[in-house]
């Protein structure tokens, strides 16, 4: 009976060992598998971040890429603009250099109708003190009647309205 009691006693430890050692196989697996999961959450969100990061760095080139072709449309409106008005004055200046002595004589002060003040004077690089009494005055009038009698203006006007239009339909 000892015999019988010492290999039931025996038996049961031996299923108690098995037991506990079954019982740390399971809790070995259970935590070998929490790690892997948490190992693959950490890489998940390693690679949410470069892909974010990613795509700050894809917005980033785009928008220094489009300041970059804004800098270059802007140059090259300040281009054309240049061009145009090299292209206006160099179409309307052949014209107007010839008329140009009789557009000064024009100009000038008429003696008797506005009694003997300068209206225009070449002073300051020629620059045009006041501009309404220019226009306003005889002279600047008569001019301007003459241009619009000779049609000369409005030929003027048509070709450089033309050459704008052209300028800003070709940028």
């Not at 800098?71 to 010839?98: D, Y």
Request: proline share 4%.
């Amino acid at each position: 009976m000892e015999k019988a009691d010492r290999q039931k006693h025996l038996a049961i430890i031996a299923a108690e060992r098995e037991a506990a050692e079954k019982r740390v196989l399971e809790q070995n697996a259970v935590e070998i598998e929490a790690f892997r999961r948490q190992r693959q959450a950490e890489i998940a969100e390693l690679e949410a971040e470069a892909i974010r990061t990613l795509a700050a760095a894809n917005r980033d080139k785009a928008l220094a890429e489009a300041a970059g072709i804004e800098a270059i449309l802007a140059a090259k409106n300040v281009i054309s603009n240049a061009n145009l008005i090299a292209q206006v004055i160099t179409a309307l200046w052949p014209e107007l250099a010839p008329q140009l002595p009789q557009v000064l004589q024009a100009l000038a002060p008429q003696p008797g109708v506005i009694g003997d003040a300068k209206i225009y004077t070449f002073a300051n690089g020629g620059a045009i003190p006041n501009l309404n009494t220019l226009l306003l005055s005889t002279s600047g009038l008569a001019l301007i009647n003459a241009l619009f009698e000779e049609g000369k203006l409005g030929q003027l006007l048509a070709q450089i309205k033309s050459l704008l239009q052209e300028g800003t339909s070709n940028p």
